[in-house]
């Protein structure tokens, strides 16, 4: 199992239902791939370098989880079909728990 990190920029205009809603439904997903979710961190909502689909504003999400590759690939075509997610980026933070890559 790796450990991998996803960074998710979300739209300023969802509220706080649908945002669990989305992060809910990724939830899903990692489970289903037989993944397990470590840690959801909030970073809220931030002012953005530069406007993002005309939005200057933008909700921060991190997800860590373990996983097998093939599990990123998933979330990632998940998180393409999403309405309310902008932008994200998935980086591989190790490839057994405990270890730095």
Same mark, same amino acid.
């Given at each position: 199992?790796?450990?991998?990190?996803?960074?998710?920029?979300?739209?300023?205009?969802?509220?706080? %239902?649908?945002r669990? @809603?989305?992060?809910?439904?990724?939830?899903?997903?990692? %489970?289903?791939?037989?993944?397990?979710?470590?840690?959801?961190?909030?970073? @809220?909502? &931030?002012?953005?370098?530069?406007?993002?689909?005309?939005?200057? &504003? @933008?909700?921060?999400? &991190?997800?860590?989880?373990?996983?097998?590759?093939?599990?990123?690939?998933?979330?990632? &075509?998940?998180?393409?079909?999403?309405?309310?997610i902008?932008?994200?980026?998935?980086?591989?933070?190790?490839?057994?728990? @405990?270890e730095?890559?």
């Amino acid at each position: 199992m790796r450990k991998f990190e996803t960074l998710l920029l979300l739209s300023p205009e969802l509220s706080a %239902e649908n945002r669990e @809603g989305i992060l809910a439904a990724l939830g899903g997903v990692i %489970e289903r791939e037989k993944g397990v979710m470590e840690e959801v961190d909030h970073w @809220g909502m &931030r002012d953005l370098a530069y406007p993002v689909r005309k939005q200057m &504003r @933008g909700y921060y999400v &991190r997800l860590v989880y373990n996983g097998p590759a093939a599990l990123v690939a998933e979330l990632e &075509r998940n998180i393409r079909i999403t309405d309310g997610i902008f932008k994200f980026v998935t980086v591989k933070l190790a490839d057994e728990a @405990g270890e730095v890559a």
